[in-house]
């Protein structure tokens, strides 16, 4: 079956620090990858997303990109604030079970000013 | 303002104690489904609905039921609540449009069971 993984958290940074959150997936077929950001105390929203082998989704200063030969979809952010900090998930989707995404395990970012 | 509504937002209740969250979009979608958020797992998909009348089983259906008899509402309900079941929900609705639209979520229900 599908299935994301991203890396562990906690992640804490310093504000302006470069932030890297790692993702690999395993999918059958051609999936779309997403990024999405839950803030505290709130659902998630979309932040970014891929649609096809070497697309960069990109917002609000963060960057990803389709993979397609190492099936990863690295977030990456150059400068973060502390209004960054909130909890990022890494999903796919392959358009079946109505649009279903399969999430990663979440990983939390602090900034610290 | 397109959103996505879920109530309630909070509820503690009792083993066995039959109770519904009510989810409702104004965006029009065809699609809704629900997920569970428990800490390491990210979210699980429980059901979801490709239009009115059409639901089927997501991942972790055990010991949930829905409905839909209106494009805009899709309540999850739990006959005989558990402790297992305790977490936070969240509905989320979608256009059908192919390659990956993006889904809505409402702002979570978080539940307890004792």
């Known amino acids: 079956g599908n299935s994301v993984t991203q890396m562990e958290g906690p992640v804490t940074l310093s504000e302006e620090a470069f932030l890297t959150i790692n993702c690999t997936y395993t999918?059958?077929?051609?999936?779309?990858l997403f990024w999405y950001v839950q803030y505290p105390g709130e659902g998630l929203q979309l932040l970014l997303k891929?649609?096809?082998?070497?697309d960069k989704g990109s917002n609000k200063g963060f960057e990803a990109t389709y993979r397609k030969e190492t099936t990863s979809f690295h977030l990456e952010k150059g400068s973060v604030q502390v209004s960054d900090s909130a909890v990022y998930f890494c999903?796919?989707?392959?358009?079946?079970?109505?649009?279903?995404?399969?999430f990663g395990g979440g990983t939390r970012v602090l900034v610290k000013p | 303002e397109a959103q996505v509504t879920q109530n309630p937002r909070y509820l503690i209740t009792v083993t066995g104690k039959k109770l519904t969250v009510t989810c409702s979009q104004n965006?029009?979608?065809?699609?809704m489904s629900w997920y569970r958020q428990d800490p390491g797992l990210g979210l699980r998909q429980i059901y979801y609905s490709m239009n009115v009348e059409v639901t089927d089983k997501g991942d972790v259906p055990e010991g949930y039921k829905v409905s839909r008899k209106e494009k805009r509402n899709f309540p999850l309900i739990l006959e005989s609540p558990s402790p297992n079941q305790t977490s936070l929900y969240f509905c989320?609705?979608?256009?059908?449009?192919?390659?990956?639209?993006?889904?809505?979520f409402g702002p979570g229900t978080r539940l307890t069971v004792t």
């Open positions: 891929a649609t096809k082998a070497d």
């Open positions: 999903a796919l989707s392959t358009g079946a079970a109505g649009n279903k995404l399969t």
């Open positions: 965006m029009n979608h065809e699609y």
């Open positions: 999918a059958t077929g051609y999936p779309s």
């Open positions: 989320a609705s979608s256009s059908h449009e192919p390659g990956g639209p993006e889904q809505y």
